[in-house]
């Protein structure tokens, strides 16, 4: 004689789910950008005027660049996930997380005073890194918040 508990099975089957796709990051290695314009103290965003302000990334993890009359240098690394900027609307995650550190730059006098404001500002800017995001072919530098910092063509 056959019981029920002989002749039934039960299969346990546990949910799959398939892992959700990262977006790969653009690669910031070997870039140069001409920086265009940046938010002042107050929050107005000014236009760079006379002068090149520039930032390049090299693949050996060293940023360098000028700030309008010195130039600067440091080291940079990425990390998180990229956030692409899809909406049309720019939001505070889009991008991914940017540090720059040990920055150092040259010291010399320039001969005009609103463009060494300009570079004081630019260089406190950078100092506040936090995020980076490529919009419509422009880098545009973030604070940790996502803040707006600074945005740049590519040289």
Known sequence: TTTAAE???????TPTTEPVASIEAPDLADTSWNVINYRLPDGTITNVW??????????DGTVSGSA???DYQGIWSVSGNWDAFE???????????LSLDSL?????????DAVMEQESEIL???Q?????????????????EGGYLFNAEPA
């Open 50 to 59: 006379k002068t090149n302000v520039t930032i390049s990334f090299s693949s």
């Open 7 to 13: 002749t039934t099975s039960t299969t346990v089957t």
């Open 128 to 144: 506040s890194a936090g995020r980076w995001v490529l919009i419509r072919g422009e880098f545009i530098l973030r604070d940790a």
């Open 87 to 97: 909406s049309g609307v720019p939001d505070p995650n889009d991008g991914q997380e």
């Open 124 to 126: 406190d800017l950078l």
């Open 68 to 70: 309008g009359c010195n």
């Open 104 to 112: 150092s730059w040259t010291e010399m006098a320039c001969d005009d």
